[in-house]
């Protein structure tokens, strides 16, 4: 994910994940149906998907390994389930 965003956007960010996850995951790969809000502090995204739990752990994983190794942070998961997850991420 860290040459994509690089090479599509130009910069590793907050945003840039957030326009990598929206385009592939929700886009082009179509595999999850996404949402975003943003408030001053923070950026939620919440994904559902019809592909039960495993796809929501792999996801979670994912989501997790690709924020750390890029951008050095940690997201939120507020809630996940076997047909949804919902995570935040500081802007900072």
């Not at 408030?39 to 390994?65: C, P, T």
């Not at 047909?83 to 900072?92: P, T, Y």
Request: with cysteine.
């Amino acid at each position: 994910s860290k040459e994509v965003m690089l090479l599509l956007f130009g910069e590793l960010s907050v945003d840039a994940f957030k326009q990598f996850f929206l385009m592939f995951l929700c886009g082009y790969m179509n595999w999850t149906t996404c949402y975003e809000v943003e408030s001053e502090d923070y950026l939620e995204i919440r994904a559902s998907h019809n592909m039960g739990e495993k796809w929501s752990q792999f996801v979670k994983n994912y989501v997790e390994a690709s924020l750390e190794s890029t951008l050095g942070i940690m997201p939120e998961f507020k809630y996940v389930s076997n047909l949804s997850l919902v995570f935040r991420l500081k802007k900072s």
